[in-house]
């Protein structure tokens, strides 16, 4: 399948993999809008956040409590951060294999920036 982020995963693309587990892989984005900016995404290849069945709900909490794990592990959990995940064409998703943007290390406003 020609998704990078599946290439990633098989690490036939590099990346800078700052954790794995059985079913995510986290690693830093290679433009960052923040001074942590990690994407958190699942090892199975879902496309879009339309495409979550039932059966990966604990998928999704996985993402979401690695993103907190990660957040707490760089010391910037009790100030605040953002996670984001972007759906489609106007929701501003690039790549079409689900991830969470974990966003710290500075202060974001709402609901632009
Ligand atoms: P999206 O716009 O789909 O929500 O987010 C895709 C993200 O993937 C962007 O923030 C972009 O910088 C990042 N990205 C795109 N290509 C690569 C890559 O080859 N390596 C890494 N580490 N990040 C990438
Ligand atoms: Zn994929």
């Known amino acids: 399948m020609d998704c990078l982020?599946?290439?990633?995963?098989k690490r036939e693309i590099p990346a800078d993999i700052v954790y794995e587990d059985?079913?995510?892989?986290?690693f830093n984005d290679i433009n960052p809008q923040a001074p942590t900016h990690?994407?958190?995404i699942p090892k199975q290849h879902i496309a879009t956040l339309n495409d979550i069945e039932e059966a990966d709900l604990a998928l999704i909490g996985r993402l979401q409590?690695?993103?907190?794990?990660?957040a707490k592990e760089r010391g910037f959990a009790e100030e605040g951060y953002r996670v984001v995940m972007n759906c489609n064409d106007q929701g501003?998703?690039?790549v079409y294999h689900i991830h969470m943007h974990l966003m710290g290390g500075?202060?974001?406003t709402w609901p632009a920036g």
């Open 5 to 9: 982020f599946c290439k990633i995963i």
């Open 22 to 26: 059985e079913h995510v892989l986290a």
């Open 38 to 40: 990690i994407l958190i």
């Open 65 to 70: 409590y690695t993103a907190a794990r990660l």
């Open 92 to 94: 501003g998703q690039t």
């Open 106 to 108: 500075r202060r974001f």
